[in-house]
């Protein structure tokens, strides 16, 4: 699948609430269903700078797609990380670092946030980008 229809099921999936308590369950359940992460990628290099909450962020390339994990200390956020790691994890860097990600406005999701969690999730799309950059590089220096 690609990025936009990853992120076309995930407003789709909102849009089946209209309240914001709901749609915070449903975050909380993706939180919930996250993979815990290894304790051998909960390192200083991993965290996130700029999120409120501890939150960790693991990429590994493989097969020219950027693999991500991670976790955060705190539910919501937790919901936030998997919402991401959902729609971009399994692509290439080229693709990660072209798409525009349209489905953070369109279910509400900025709005709906703390500032502090806001930026933490810029903080988050941010990282991923930086880490789709680095494996872009890696892979032209390589040809």
């Not at 960790?56 to 693999?67: C, S």
């Amino acid at each position: 699948m690609t990025i936009n229809e990853l992120q076309d099921n995930v407003i789709e999936e909102f849009s089946a609430f209209d309240d914001w308590m709901d749609k915070y369950a449903l975050l909380i359940d993706l939180g919930n269903s996250l993979p815990a992460l290894e304790d051998k990628y909960k390192t200083e290099s991993n965290l996130i700078e700029g999120c409120q909450s501890r939150v960790w962020l693991q990429a590994d390339y493989e097969d020219g797609k950027i693999i991500f994990k991670g976790e955060s200390d705190a539910v919501i956020v937790k919901g936030i990380v998997s919402l991401l790691i959902n729609v971009l994890s399994g692509h290439t860097p080229q693709e990660i670092l072209d798409t525009d990600l349209y489905f953070i406005e369109q279910i509400g999701l900025k709005e709906h946030l703390s500032p502090t969690r806001s930026n933490g999730l810029v903080a988050m799309v941010k990282q991923m980008r930086m880490y789709a950059l680095a494996y872009k590089t890696k892979e032209e220096a390589g040809k």
